[in-house]
């Protein structure tokens, strides 16, 4: 389930998947992320790549509403472009077609190579509980109708504190966050396998 938007279609979420798994494709919306906005000169020359490159990704991530052409700032030729808010949820594995799940599984290999990396910069950045890099690692029993509360809430609490790009008080910065829950590895619990 996309946050916002009409439920996307096993052939729109392996397009997605394939977009966001593209490595010029994450570099552009990273860029976007942290400038928020550029033309596709702007990123030719930043990332070095061609402007009729960028150009054409640029327009692939605006027909998955990814980014958007900023009508104020475009004109003749040149067109601009910001990233726009997004957020997405996986379904359950068991439901994809294999294309899509070939895709889904190529993306998280993607991230989960990233995270580690993240997770690493995490500990090495550490210092202490008032710095800017928190690590925090918790156990608890929790039903499964609680551990969905709780993920709903995760959600609430970064709607909450976080704020856009453009909206962002002094002071802030971009912040990297991730959370993941797992069910401790028990063998069965209640009639549903948990792990080995």
Known sequence: MTDGMPEMTSLERTALYK?????LRRRIL???GRHGEANSTVLARELG????TTSYHLRKLAEQRLIEEIPEKSGGRERWWRSLPFRHTTPDPATMAPQEYEAAARLAHLKIE???ALYRRAHQDYRGPEGWSQVQRHGTWLTRE????????????????GHPREEAPDGARPMLMRFYAVPEPVGEWNGEPTGP
């Open 49 to 52: 790549e061609s402007s009729g």
């Open 114 to 116: 990233f995270d580690t």
């Open 146 to 161: 609680e551990l969905l509360d709780f993920v709903r809430e995760y959600h609430a609490l970064l709607d909450r504190y």
């Open 30 to 32: 990273e860029y976007l």
């Open 19 to 23: 977009s966001l798994g593209n490595p």
